[in-house]
T-cell receptor, first 116, second 114 residues
């Protein structure tokens, strides 16, 4: 069975500082993808970043980077130079790329508060 | 990418009634999903909407409560039947395109059951 664990219900960060949101996962699939989504108060799900299990380099997208440690089964999101608009809910997610009907499962989420 | 629209964007319904949510995609997609997000919770997959056949439901979700239609590759509906206050949630339509990272979500339907 697949499982995503986010152990930080809430995080505070000072504006312009970096913050790391933790995510660990469990899967028996050999090929899988890891995602991070942002959900502001409006409710929409905004795709941030993707890491494939066979990707050798950590994914980066602008101020977002994914610290992928396959042996430890962790996929932490790093947000650099936090902005007030980064205040939102963040979800880590995973999908088996060859099995499981391509279903994506989500962690419980971390609410990020950026302080001015 | 894909642009997804949902109707209605929000609704307030009385218990015992049913609501049908529509999901429209701007391109043909093979894989379409319905998720539920209860207040303060994460997303839970309700079912995979299959074109031309019955939807595939996840554990804890049944067709009688959440009937799904998928008449073509750009459209699907989810009905929430015989609603109770516990059905108050955001319901999200999602599609997966061919690339491994390409999964997109609709804006969601905020349902409140009184």
């Amino acid at each position: 069975a697949q499982k995503i664990t986010q152990t930080q219900p809430g995080m505070f960060v000072q504006e312009k500082e970096a913050v790391t949101l933790d995510c660990t996962y469990d899967t028996s699939d050999q090929s899988y993808g890891l995602f991070w989504y942002k959900q502001p108060s409006s409710g929409e799900m905004i795709f941030l970043i993707y890491q494939g299990s066979y990707d050798e380099q950590n994914a980066t997208e602008g101020r977002y980077s994914l610290n992928f440690q396959k042996a430890r089964k962790s996929a932490n999101l790093v947000i650099s130079a936090s902005q007030l608009g980064d205040s939102a809910m963040y979800f880590c997610a995973m999908r088996g790329l060859n099995t499981g009907g391509f279903k994506t499962i989500f962690g419980a989420g971390t609410r990020l508060f950026v302080k001015a | 990418s894909a642009v997804i629209s949902q109707k209605p964007s929000r609704d307030i319904c009385q218990r015992g009634t049913s609501l049908t949510i529509q999901c429209q995609v701007d391109s043909q997609v093979t894989m379409m999903f319905w998720y539920r997000q209860q207040p303060g919770q994460s997303l839970t997959l309700i079912a995979t909407a299959n074109q031309g056949s019955e939807a595939t439901y996840e554990s804890g979700f049944v067709i009688d409560k959440f009937p799904i239609s998928r008449p073509n590759l750009t459209f699907s509906t989810l009905t929430v039947s015989n609603m109770s206050p516990e059905d108050s949630s955001i319901y999200l339509c999602s599609v997966k395109l061919t690339g491994p990272s390409e999964q997109y979500f609709g804006p969601g339907t905020r349902l409140t059951v009184t």
